[in-house]
């Protein structure tokens, strides 16, 4: 099995020998590279261009805000996920605008951060369930805009499950979680997913929240 390639970014030497224990440990990771500081941390992402970052957002020198655009510019195939003390909306927000795949708390348990890990491969975004509930209040508060194009006709060419998958997403359940809880496989959900996508003229998991509350499904 081919390994997910991961480089982990953070100042603290012993927390960063503690996550490459846990995370070669795994039999679908493998750490090549660490990095103490910003510019570090750029320098070999575009040396060995990893599948998945682990990020801090406190570090010497440039920030892990400041870095993660960099990559999202230069290397825009690399997975960015942020492992931070922050449970800060400030924070959150900017680790979404400038890029980032995922939002974690240093105080995670070890199983959610590697299904964090494993999420952000896969494409998905992974948001810590403090941080996915903040989102989802403030897209509930938020005056929806106006149907686009076929955007009311595509809502009702949904179907039943299509509606129910697109409702878990926009709660932030994982393709494993929506499989589990609704009795299906995870590629019939990601079939689903992709159908969805289609329909609705979307190709972000952003988006198909903000239609998903636009339309009042969750």
Same mark, same amino acid.
């Given at each position: 099995? !081919?390994?997910?390639?991961? +480089?982990?970014?953070? /100042?603290?030497? #012993?927390?960063?020998?503690?996550?490459?224990?846990?995370?070669? =440990?795994?039999?679908? @990771?493998?750490? +090549?590279g660490?990095?103490?500081?910003?510019?570090e941390?750029?320098?070999?992402?575009?040396?060995?261009?990893?599948?998945?970052?682990?990020? /801090? +957002? =406190?570090?010497?020198?440039? !920030?892990?805000?400041?870095?993660?655009k960099?990559?999202?510019? &230069?290397?825009?195939?690399?997975?960015?996920?942020v492992?931070? @003390?922050?449970? /800060?909306?400030?924070?959150?927000?900017?680790?979404?605008?400038?890029?980032?795949?995922? %939002?974690?708390?240093?105080?995670?348990?070890? *199983? &959610?951060?590697? =299904?964090?890990?494993?999420?952000?491969?896969?494409? &998905?975004?992974?948001? %810590?369930?403090?941080?996915?509930?903040?989102? #989802?209040?403030?897209?509930?508060?938020?005056?929806?805009?106006?149907?686009?194009?076929?955007?009311? &006709?595509?809502?009702t !060419?949904?179907?039943?499950?299509?509606?129910?998958?697109?409702?878990? +997403?926009?709660?932030?359940? *994982?393709?494993q979680?929506?499989?589990?809880?609704?009795?299906?496989? #995870?590629?019939? #959900?990601?079939?689903?997913?992709?159908?969805?996508?289609?329909?609705?003229?979307?190709?972000?998991?952003?988006?198909?929240?903000? %239609?998903?509350?636009?339309?009042?499904?969750?």
């Open positions: 099995m !081919s390994k997910m390639r991961l +480089i982990l970014v953070d /100042d603290h030497a #012993v927390l960063r020998a503690g996550l490459r224990m846990l995370l070669d =440990s795994q039999p679908d @990771m493998r750490v +090549i660490q990095a103490a500081d910003g510019e941390a750029l320098r070999i992402c575009r040396e060995l261009r990893p599948d998945v970052v682990l990020m /801090d +957002i =406190s570090l010497p020198g440039l !920030s892990g805000i400041e870095v993660t960099a990559l999202r510019r &230069e290397c825009p195939q690399i997975r960015i996920l492992l931070t @003390m922050h449970d /800060d909306e400030a924070y959150f927000k900017q680790v979404l605008q400038a890029g980032g795949s995922g %939002y974690v708390l240093k105080r995670a348990a070890d *199983t &959610e951060l590697l =299904s964090a890990i494993r999420a952000v491969h896969r494409g &998905e975004v992974f948001l %810590y369930p403090s941080m996915a509930k903040l989102l #989802v209040e403030e897209l509930l508060q938020a005056k929806p805009p106006a149907p686009v194009g076929g955007a009311r &006709e595509a809502s !060419s949904l179907s039943g499950r299509e509606k129910e998958v697109l409702r878990l +997403i926009a709660l932030g359940h *994982t393709n979680e929506i499989a589990d809880a609704l009795y299906l496989s #995870v590629k019939t #959900v990601e079939t689903h997913k992709a159908r969805i996508m289609t329909k609705l003229g979307t190709r972000s998991r952003s988006e198909l929240v903000r %239609y998903a509350m636009q339309h009042k499904l969750v």
